[in-house]
């Protein structure tokens, strides 16, 4: 059973504060790492990929995979009241042979106190 | 707005109804999703159409049908259906399906309440 592991949360942090966003999965053979916005209400809206070991960088957004572990992190500097949402963590996975599905985790929640 | 439309927005049914969902998407995109979100679960892989052929059915029950006759459209055809099906369903499109490195954008989702 091919899994993805969130905290739940919540997750809180002060405005301005860095938001530490973790991830685990189990499918060594997974290539690529999706982070997905989800607020209240709405559907997920993609805002990070990442497919080799390391960090990348989008404004104020980083994402760090750590395949060795499989670990994927998503850092928010500066974060703001409007960054409070649930945060989806999500692997290709195989289903019937294709790598192209993704296996969602549950997500963690952050608040973002002003 | 991410290119990808669903309606209707929400949906009351009985058990004995028969409903659709529709999908669109204006991505140019050749495979299409259907997710089902329930409360405190993650996000659960439905059905997946690739060049609007069904490529992967996951275990899901035979009172959802889901159609693609066009790589732009993806229906949800529901029949009675049972009040453990209320969740929000969500459509989802990429450049192709079976690749791994597969960026999927979703829809707004459909808010199905079964009574």
């Known amino acids: 059973q091919k899994e993805v592991e969130q905290n739940s949360g919540p997750l809180s942090v002060p405005e301005g504060a860095i938001a530490s966003l973790n991830c685990t999965y189990s499918?060594?053979?997974?290539?690529?790492f999706f982070w997905y916005r989800q607020y209240s209400g709405k559907s997920p809206e993609l805002i990070m990929f990442?497919?080799?070991?390391g960090d990348k960088e989008d404004g104020r957004f980083t994402a760090q995979l750590n395949k060795a572990s499989q670990y994927v992190s998503l850092l928010i500097r500066d974060s703001q009241p409007s960054d409070s949402a649930t945060y989806l963590c999500?692997?290709?996975?195989?289903?019937?042979?294709?790598?192209?599905?993704?296996?969602f985790g549950k997500g963690t929640k952050l608040s973002v106190k002003p | 707005e991410t290119g990808v439309t669903q309606t209707p927005r929400h949906l009351v049914m009985g058990m004995t109804n028969k409903k659709s969902l529709k999908c669109e998407q204006h991505l140019g995109h050749n495979a299409m999703y259907w997710y089902k979100q329930s409360a405190k679960k993650p996000l659960e892989l439905m059905f997946v159409?690739?060049?609007?052929?069904?490529?992967e059915n996951n275990s899901v029950p035979s009172r959802f049908s889901p159609e693609c006759p066009n790589s732009s459209h993806l229906f949800l055809h529901l029949h009675t259906l049972q009040p453990e099906d209320s969740a929000l369903y969500l459509c989802?499109?990429?450049?192709?399906?079976?690749?791994?490195?597969?960026?999927?954008?979703f829809g707004p989702g459909t808010r199905l309440t079964v009574l």
């Open positions: 499918d060594r053979g997974s290539q690529s």
């Open positions: 989802a499109s990429s450049s192709l399906a079976g690749m791994a490195y597969n960026e999927q954008f």
């Open positions: 990442i497919y080799s070991n």
């Open positions: 999500a692997v290709n996975g195989n289903y019937g042979g294709s790598q192209g599905n993704l296996i």
């Open positions: 159409y690739n060049f609007k052929e069904q490529t």
